[in-house]
Nanobody, 116 residues
Framework: QVQLVESGGGLVQPGGSLRLSCAAS????????MSWYRQTPGKEREFVAW????????NYADSVKGRFTISRDNAKNTVYLQMNSLKFEDTAVYYC?????????WGQGTQVTVSS
């Protein structure tokens, strides 16, 4: 079965950096685009970044362009989110997602807290 496991979240000061990882299993990773989303309490989950199956194409939310970078290692079945110049408003639970066969699969999420 499809499994997505995020890691790398934590507490960071404004202006700092974190790298999130999402380890995938249960499907052919290199054949699927992957995405990162985030969610804060009381708000809907919002799109952060997307990467094509072999990593050539990427797309970002306007709020993170120029600060976040999505990448993947198909040999390790892992997608990453490098987050730089973090702001208070980046505080959220971050989820990775794969959409296949008409179904969206999500990981359990990893908490990112930006605080001084």
């Amino acid at each position: 079965q499809v499994q997505l496991v995020e890691s790398g979240g934590g507490l960071v000061q404004p202006g700092g950096s974190l790298r999130l990882s999402c380890a995938a299993s249960g499907f052919t990773f290199s054949s699927n685009a992957m995405s990162w989303y985030r969610q804060t309490p009381g708000k809907e989950r919002e799109f952060v970044a997307w990467i094509s199956p072999i990593g050539i194409g990427t797309n970002y939310a306007d709020s993170v362009k120029g600060r976040f970078t999505i990448s993947r290692d198909n040999a390790k079945n892992t997608v990453y989110l490098q987050m730089n110049s973090l702001k208070f408003e980046d505080t959220a639970v971050y989820y990775c997602k794969v959409f296949r066969d008409g179904t969206a699969y999500w990981g359990q999420g990893t908490q990112v807290t930006v605080s001084s």
